[in-house]
């Protein structure tokens, strides 16, 4: 008797549970059954952790070589059909989408709060980190959020590289000359994993990624406004890394509150929504990495309002061709 296997998939933000697949099926059995869940046809859907023998499953392969675990959650990638030929025109009447605040002068006092101070402390005693390459002697942290800043997770595209911020690779590699970079999302270490590997940061050749940081590495705080946020406090990767500190880390999100414990080194990356739309004229990451390039040198960033980032590059611009030289302006930033 064939034994019946749970599997849930993951897709477009929202969970589907596919209760009756059996081992003796095939993998595109699996696909037409995500199709009556999700509306998405097989040849459409990309299936980014389901493996054998570490390479991608193929629709003949049966679902019990897959060895698949107890609760094994699938991550799926595709659009329905509906949604790619609605790609090319914009909504009408789309509001703008606000997921933030602004951080109130009574917030960053949480910054000092002992009880946040003292979660901080035992992220540093218990959070392990997997080092993927070596940390480089000199180099300033750049620490980088996923979804929304790297890679629009939910738009409609019939691959991921269509949801991946124009260009993501030549930032990369531009930022690496001076920064060690740090991948840090508010998801688990296996998503994470497999969207690195699905935008090819993993293995790229112009730059390498220190490590990555999960949702586990985050802590939880009371905003007197907002209440209960999740946050990520640089002080984690400071307690575990004595040459980084507030002096030489950045940090790029998209949502503000992340890095609420660490106002100062924290810079708002417009958020890469839309992609469909957007991905042929969004420049910012271009952009970011001048801005990068230009407050290298500095000795301490805590001079800096990264608020006033692209006024900094323009007034910093300016002033390089009057004065002929490549420092920065730091009283202007």
Known sequence: MEKELKITVKWSGEEYHITDIEENDTVLILKEKIQKLTGVRPDRQKLLNLKLKGKPAQDCDVISNLDLKPGFKLMMMGSREEDIAEVSQAPENMPDVINDFEIEEEEVEIEKAEIYLAKIQKR??????????????GKKLLVLDIDYTLFDHRSVAESGIELMRPYLHEFLTSAYKNYDIVIWSATSMKWINEKMKLLGVSN???????FHLDSLAMISVHTPKYGVVDVKPLGIIWGKYKQFS??????????????????????????????????????ELLKLAKYLDSIASLDDFQVLNHRKWEEFRSKKSRSSKRSNTDEPQTHEA
């Open 124 to 137: 540093i005693e218990t959070y392990k980190v997997q080092e993927l390459n070596p940390l480089r002697e």
């Open 204 to 210: 790229h050749t112009d730059y390498k990624i220190a």
């Open 246 to 283: 507030a002096k030489n880390t950045i940090m790029f999100d998209d949502i503000r509150r992340n890095f609420i414990m660490n106002p100062q080194s924290g810079l708002r990356i417009r958020a890469f929504r839309q992609a469909h739309l957007n991905r042929h004229k969004d420049r």
